[in-house]
């Protein structure tokens, strides 16, 4: 019995050292793995123009967990299609915005269901693009006007009227920019930004420019960003930078830039040449020093055939631009990470061009 307890009580011992010593040398744990970049984003939404008079503008939705595309999620959702040319679409708050050009209309649609909350019927006015201000949004329209809505309850409360055919229109420094295109009217294009004042709801000032503005955008809420299409032809596309501080141009760029985003301090900024329907380049400019700091972004030999839209999702910083290849078969979206180097790609609807991040 004696016998017994004495090795009982030394097994324990044994026992007890051989845990401990397994603890010491225990392998560390592996790391857990990096997160995938687009998993910062659910997904992404792409609107498709379509043809003018077709009525086939569509919302594709590309799932960034899955690797699958919606072709009309609106469709699907909505079972009736968004109508003829869409031409802008903006996320705010937990809405959708969808501009529809030529069926006159911004459709509004929850964010994460696609249900249409209401269609806002904006008859004759042609509707552009769309901007936000607090409770407030603004949508530029062909005939003239820049239309105000509120958010919340989605009606529309006042227009005012600012050029020709204002197109473009951004929030900066606590005041709306519109530029007046006057593209329905070449060659006499129009050459002003209208500033508008939010509290009085009138323009405070024409900010003289490049004829023909179109895409602008805002920086640091200060300065305000300007591409001008010139006509097509002895005057090029310009790009122009306006201090919202003195609502002046402060800058003109020898760049002939035809759209463009922006991601932190970078503008990732392109150009196309419909004449001879080449695509010329994709550059990076730093809006610190004013220099191009990328004179191509693409660095791994993809080809665009014909760029129609480019987003950065800020999350992350990878690159979205559409290509509307031929403009009379579906094109596709390309997702470039930083450093200019394809991710991968997929074939969306007809003429992609605005896009959305499902964040």
């Not at 806002?120 to 607090?134: D, V």
Request: hydrophobic residues 35%; negative net charge; contains cysteine.
């Amino acid at each position: 019995m004696r016998l017994w307890n004495f090795l009982r009580k030394n097994l324990l011992w044994v026992l007890v050292l051989s845990l401990l010593v397994a603890a010491c040398h225990r392998p560390e744990p592996e790391p857990e793995p990096e997160p995938q970049p687009d998993a910062y984003a659910s997904g992404l939404f792409i609107l498709n123009e379509g043809l003018y008079l077709q009525n086939n503008s569509t919302l594709s939705y590309y799932d960034f967990t899955t690797g699958t595309l919606t072709g009309d999620l609106f469709l699907d959702v909505n079972h009736r299609g968004l109508g003829d040319v869409g031409n802008d679409m903006q996320k705010y708050g937990s809405k959708l915005y969808i501009v529809v050009n030529n069926s006159n209309i911004v459709e509004v649609a929850d964010a994460k269901t696609v249900k249409s909350l209401k269609t806002i019927n904006l008859s004759g006015k042609q509707p552009r693009y769309i901007a936000f201000l607090g409770d407030k949004g603004y949508i530029s329209c062909f005939d003239g006007d820049v239309v105000r809505i509120d958010t919340a309850s989605l009606e529309v409360e006042a227009s005012l009227h600012t050029g020709p055919n204002p197109d473009g229109i951004c929030a900066c420094n606590g005041k709306i920019y519109v530029s007046n295109s006057g593209g329905l009217s070449a060659p006499n294009y129009g050459n002003t930004v209208s500033v508008i004042d939010p509290a009085s709801f009138t323009v405070s000032k024409d900010i003289e420019v490049v004829i023909n503005p179109t895409r602008i955008k805002a920086y640091n809420d200060r300065y305000v960003y300007l591409v001008s299409n010139g006509n097509y032809g002895s005057v090029p596309y310009t790009f122009q930078k306006i201090d919202s501080q003195t609502d002046e141009v402060i800058k003109t760029y020898d760049l002939e830039v035809l759209n463009f985003d922006i991601h932190h301090n970078l503008a990732y900024i392109y150009t196309y040449n419909f004449s001879t329907m080449s695509s010329a380049w994709v550059k990076v400019l730093d809006l610190e020093t004013d220099e191009v700091v990328k004179e191509q972004f693409i660095t791994d030999g993809t080809q665009l055939k014909t760029p129609y839209g480019i987003k950065v999702n800020p999350l992350n910083g990878d690159v979205y631009i559409t290509d509307a290849g031929t403009f009379t078969t579906n094109g596709d979206v390309y997702c470039f990470d930083k450093d200019g180097k394809k991710k991968f790609s997929f074939e969306a609807g007809l003429n992609p061009s605005a896009m959305a991040f499902d964040n």
